[in-house]
């Protein structure tokens, strides 16, 4: 682990040396993955809908602890517009809680009704969303941080499209907790860039499914490795969700559905089912499901352990730092 040469309200929030955070992702993020990440002094976050039951996603949690040597990791609660998809958020909370996880990221829609009783709880939160207003609205109740999201982001990055450089010259500035900026980022270049924009971090994803602990066939990822920036596509905007993912031929059937103006969810669950995407992960079939990237997959050319991966972008932004400092 490279020593901390950027100190930030960040890395105080969350007890790490690099304000580098490592956003929940479906399927992939792990015990093994989180505690690697930990290990290399930043946090990331476990997604608990990845487990087959509450019970699983608690030995998880268990596994990270013994893992991690003590450092800090999190879970990931993604929030559904729909109400009833968010019952098992509560059971994943308070094994969250009984398990002492002392970090959770909240996504989707709004944290409100889960604020109380994460705090109450003594753990810290960070919600992550795409508009200045959502983040307003998130910080007014109460959330510890912020993370704000750009168009070029993996997974949902909003229907308003506002790209990153934007939405950093302008959140931080509006709040008063700290930001991390996320959405095409990879590179120590891009981590001096949001600080200099006035976040206190940066948020990265795609970068790591190429991991060596991300368990994803290795074919996928070197199916990553190959992309360049023009790897992925924005789909189910016709549904009001915009998500990006990998360009891939379920990919291309779900446009030409939205082409013909398709709005029965049926026609689309053969080709955006969650399942799929876990098959895809499982035998390194690229081309069916619509498996979450973003832009940044033109930065994810090396499988390497995710220690490294955050070592060279520590490294960069350092030199970066110093090479500004003589301007
Ligand atoms: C494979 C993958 C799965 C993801 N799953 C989730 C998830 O379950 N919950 C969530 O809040 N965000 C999820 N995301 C979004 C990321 O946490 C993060 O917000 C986004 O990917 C950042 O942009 P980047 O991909 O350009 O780094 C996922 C992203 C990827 C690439």
Redesign the pocket.
């Known amino acids: 682990m490279k020593p901390q040469t950027f100190r930030t309200r960040i890395t105080d929030l969350f007890g790490i040396d690099h304000p580098i955070v490592?956003?929940?992702?479906?399927?992939?993020?792990d015990a093994e993955y989180v505690s690697a990440v930990a290990r290399a002094g930043c946090i990331g976050?476990i997604?608990p809908?990845?487990f087959p039951t509450p019970e699983d996603f608690r030995e998880q949690l268990r596994k990270a602890h013994d893992l991690s040597d003590g450092r800090p990791f999190g879970v990931?609660l993604?929030i559904s517009a729909r109400p009833e998809s968010n019952q098992l958020l509560q059971t994943f909370l308070d094994i969250s809680i009984e398990e002492g996880v002392k970090f959770v990221?909240?996504?989707?829609f709004s944290p409100k009704e889960f604020i109380p009783k994460i705090k109450d709880a003594g753990i810290t939160v960070m919600h992550?969303c795409t508009t200045l207003r959502h983040a307003l609205s998130a910080q007014k109740a109460g959330v510890d941080a912020i993370?704000i999201?750009g168009a070029?982001?993996?997974?949902?990055?909003g229907m308003d499209m506002i790209g990153t450089m934007v939405q950093g010259a302008i959140v931080p500035q509006e709040l008063s907790v700290p930001v991390v900026l996320?959405?095409?980022?990879?590179t120590g270049r891009q981590l001096v860039a949001c600080l200099s924009l006035g976040a206190e971090g940066m948020?990265?994803?795609?970068?790591?499914?190429v991991a060596e602990e991300i368990w994803a066939h290795e074919n996928y990822k070197k199916r990553l490795a190959e992309l360049g920036p023009d790897g992925t596509k924005i789909i189910m905007s016709i549904f009001g969700d915009n998500s990006?993912v990998i360009d891939n031929p379920s990919t291309e059937a779900v446009l030409a559905l939205e082409a013909e103006g398709s709005t029965d969810y049926e026609a689309y669950r053969p080709h955006v089912q969650g399942t799929l995407q876990k098959e895809a992960y499982e035998d390194g079939d690229w081309t069916k499901g619509t498996?979450?990237?973003?832009?940044?997959?033109a930065f994810a050319g090396d499988i390497r352990p995710a220690g490294q991966i955050i070592d060279g972008i520590v490294e960069e932004a350092t030199t970066v730092r110093d090479r500004l400092n003589g301007f």
């Open positions: 490592c956003g929940g992702m479906m399927w992939l993020a976050f997604t809908r990845s990931n993604y990221e909240t996504a989707g992550k993370a999201l070029e982001a993996g997974g949902h990055p996320a959405g095409g980022m990879g948020l990265i994803a795609t970068r790591m499914v990006r498996m979450s990237i973003g832009q940044s997959v």
